[in-house]
């Protein structure tokens, strides 16, 4: 690590070396104020973009023309900018915390399930305004091969969207007026690897020697074999190991998730060039968050498990400063399916602004299952808390599986042994376990070990699908307020709430995929369903099932919306003295104080009426979801069957 002394002088003299290049090349095209403004953002982000371009590839002999290169790239992407998105950043710059009010509410879908293209999911914005979206992420709709793609995200043109969902242009076009609805625009950047059918990847089994060392291409076992002493097989039924041969260049590849996905090498400094590139056409596009892919996999070093590697970090944070000077107002969000205490360390500034929180969700799912919250509430009083100018993405599921990924450590400290529950949460999440209520299948599963994870739409996991098929009407009542229970609690926990949508007026499982060959191997397509138009149309009928849960969210979502202490991320997880009840308080930066608390066992649960006290409720006070005025005496306070009370002193 060079010296802070001799760095901040080798700072002063890059840019003092490369900015009369740049601004000779670029500043009369700009013009005066745009070039006044890149300049501003430049002085103050670039020491940032060189500690870490010089970290990552100071030892090349051509570092400085590359450096001279990413900063052409900043002033390029700059110049082009749209003017309304020059608009948004500047507003953004302003209020850079605007992703931790309360009003912010996600959505995620696929173009083609949901509405079939971009031109029509562009109707469908009166539907996300009425559900209340501020934030909507499409699931990957770039250019991939046929067939099996892993659902998009093996990209075979970052700058090309699938053919059947339309353009760029239409994609422009959705985010110019989403963005007018009070939307943000969510997209993938899949940056660990392309699709073999990538132009990169098509030039290199061609020959072209500069686009195979993009990947990592080796022409005997000898160093895949090294490798794999230490990597772990991400997928080892459809993919054992992590490198693939490919018999028209006589070489192994690295594919560390499927074999028609090769891994990029980060080691080329060519590589990051070319990746900014396609990250800064996706901001010109509008994108408001970028949503970045297995990005734990992204640096490689022998002799280690090639996962959240040190320079992972450090690749995460020059694409960052990179976006500060360029496109200042997107955003990262993270996608780090690791250990919970892993999971942190891509949060910050300077990193990912934005974090999936997984650990939230295999624990909601943890306490349905068992009906106890001492996990749950054991590892978030320990990991919840995270600087506050950054937020948690808080979900109940996603268009990937659920996976049981609570920390050991914290389970052996309630006397609970991790292997054997995980087999146990697998066997109730697949209806193998008696009285389960959930309906999942498997995936990836380890007969040997009896290791998987689960897939199933939220109503069939809540029990939903066994009670309709049944015709148990109590049953039923359960599973609806399961599905609200979770609802309630990623939208009042801190962070931004995500909804699959689907689970907003109950979608089962779709067993339908098994009749797609490019789907049937996959079971994370049974959540994956296409849109039941007929369904949607119910909504608004409260003798509905349907109805009954969009109308329950949709009054969820709009108190939420009106409590400022469901703003931001401080959550104050506490103890209440009943293991069925979850609580935590949320307080608002002007005061507002809100105690929440969810019951997840089908009966009634007592609290008593001193543990309220200790947290602000004493006398008088209100339930913000009944908006009924309370009065707390000696007496308990009741909670019935999942239900969710949000408390506010009055």
Known sequence: MIEPTKLHRATELALARLLPRIEQAYAKAMGPSDWKTFRRRLDEHFPTLFEQLLILYGDQYDFYYQLEQVLALAATTWGERPKELKKLDESREANPQWFQSEKMLGGVCYVDLFAGDLRRLRKQIPYFQELGLTYLHLMPLFKAPLGDNDGGYAVSDYREVEARLGTMDDLRTLAAELRKAGISLVLDFIFNHTSDEHRWAIAARSGDQDTQDYYFLYPDRTMPDAYERTLREIFPDKHPGAFTYRTEIDRWVWTTFNVFQWDLNYRNPAVFREMAGEMLYLANAGAEVLRLDALAFTWKEMGTVCESLPKAHTLVQAFNALLRIAAPSLLFKSEAIVHPDEVAKYISSSECQLSYNPLLM?????????????????????????????????????????????????????????????????????????????????????????????????????????????????????????????????????????????????????????????????????????TDWAKREVRHDAATIEGRIYQGLQHLIAVRKATPAFGGNKTEVINVGNDHVFAYARISTGGQRVLVLANFSEGTQAIAANELRLYGLNYHFADLVTQRDLVLGSEPLVLEPYQVLWLQAG
């Open 362 to 530: 295999a624990l909601l799912w943890n306490s349905l299952a068992t009906r106890e919250v001492r996990l749950l509430r054991q590892s978030l009083s320990r990991r919840f808390q995270i600087a506050p100018d950054t937020a948690w993405v808080n979900y109940v599921r996603c268009h990937d599986d659920i996976g049981w990924t609570f920390d050991d450590t914290d389970a052996q400290a309630l006397g609970i042994n991790g292997y054997d529950h995980r087999r146990f949460l697998n066997a109730f999440y697949t209806g193998r376990f008696p009285g389960s209520f959930a309906r999942g299948l498997p995936f990836q599963e380890n007969p040997r070990t009896g290791d998987a994870r689960i897939s199933g739409m939220l109503a069939s996991l809540a029990g939903l699908e066994s009670a309709l098929r049944s015709g148990n009407t109590a049953e039923i009542e359960l599973a609806v307020r399961r599905i609200l229970l979770v609802h309630a609690i990623i939208l009042s926990i801190g962070g931004v709430p995500l909804l699959y949508l689907g689970d907003e007026i109950g979608a089962m499982n779709d067993y339908g995929y098994v009749e797609d060959p490019a789907k049937a191997v996959d079971s994370r397509w049974v959540h994956r369903p296409r």
